[in-house]
């Protein structure tokens, strides 16, 4: 028997998991939660006997595949972020050396670009919650909301820049992650 939280190994008939505290399922409820979820998949991302565990955590792969996309993206989105801020700070100070006036285009850009990295940094932070929690059902709660925030952060892009159809393909990332954490909230509650 294997607790539904974490996957550790527990002598039949124990009443609670010795690692994380979470009740366990009975006969019936494990019968239940087997059913539901694609059969063989496990904590520890194998199949039931290639890593020894039958913990079914059925949104582990949702969230470690958009988790890592978002790491990736996010890294890109900072790096060029950086240089275009680096850059425009230097076009700046190379205009200031010449009697030149920061214009109010310069000044939206540069906040456009904190922005940029702020985004970014919040992506990348997600992203690496995902990876790191896409085994633990009790954190699926967290990594619904995280995910949640980030579509609140596109409609609100889409208001102050405007609606594009670029913009539509932020959506589809964090809709899967949100979907990978449900798919282990609904376990957990098994």
Sequence with gaps: MFCVNCGNKLPQGVGFCSNCGRKTATDQGAVATAQRVDPGQTALGGHAGASGSSAVVPGRGFLKVTGILYIV????????????????????????????????????????????LISAGYLLFLGIMGVRHCAELAKSSMLIVLGGLHIIGIFIGIGIYGFSVLRLLEFPLPILFIYGAYKNRVAMDF
């Design 73 to 116: 993206f996010s890294g890109i989105g900072l790096v060029v972020s950086v240089f275009a801020l680096a850059a425009l700070e230097a076009a700046t100070g190379a205009a200031g050396m010449f009697g030149g006036a920061v214009t109010q285009a310069t000044a939206e850009l540069r906040g456009e670009l904190i922005a940029d």
